[in-house]
C-alpha cells in the first residue's frame, strides 16, 4: 500500500508560481509512474503532468506545457510540480497519483491505483 500527502496549494495572483509537493509512503515509491491530475467544481478529473520510475521522462497536458515542470526525488519519496505563469484556469484541487508501473502508459485517471486527498490551487485575476 502506497499513501500519497500533497501540500504547497494556496492562492496566488495570475502570473504567479506555485510549487506542489507529494510524499509518498512506502519502500516501491522508486518503482512507480507518477502524476498529477487536477479537478475544477462541475468538471471532471483531468490529467496534468506525469513522469516515469526514475525521471527520464515526462509528458504534459498541452495547457501547461511550457508552464508547468513535473520531478521527483526517489531518495526522499517526493513528486513535485512546479507551477509558473499561473492562470485563473488553473484553479482546482490537484491530485498526485501513482501508477503500478514503471512506464507512464496511461494518462487517464483510471490507470493511476494510489491517490492523495488534494489540494486546492486557486490564481486569481
Known amino acids: 500500500q502506497v499513501q500519497l500527502v500533497e501540500s504547497g496549494g494556496g492562492l496566488v495572483q495570475a502570473g504567479g508560481s506555485l510549487r506542489l509537493s507529494c510524499a509518498a509512503s512506502?519502500?516501491?515509491?522508486?518503482?512507480?509512474?507518477m502524476g498529477w491530475f487536477r479537478q475544477a467544481p462541475g468538471k471532471e478529473r483531468e490529467f496534468v503532468a506525469a513522469?516515469?520510475?526514475?525521471?527520464?521522462?515526462?509528458y504534459y497536458r498541452d495547457s501547461v506545457q511550457g508552464r508547468f515542470t513535473i520531478s521527483r526525488d526517489n531518495a526522499e519519496n517526493t513528486v513535485y510540480l512546479q507551477m509558473n505563469s499561473l492562470k485563473p484556469e488553473d484553479t482546482a484541487s490537484y491530485y498526485c497519483?501513482?501508477?503500478?508501473?514503471?512506464?507512464?502508459?496511461?494518462?487517464?485517471?483510471?490507470?493511476?491505483?494510489?491517490w492523495g486527498q488534494g489540494t486546492q490551487v486557486t490564481v486569481s485575476s
Open positions: 513522469i516515469n520510475w526514475r525521471g527520464s521522462m515526462t
Open positions: 497519483a501513482g501508477r503500478k508501473a514503471m512506464v507512464v502508459d496511461t494518462t487517464t485517471p483510471a490507470g493511476f491505483d494510489y
Open positions: 512506502g519502500r516501491i515509491f522508486s518503482t512507480y509512474a
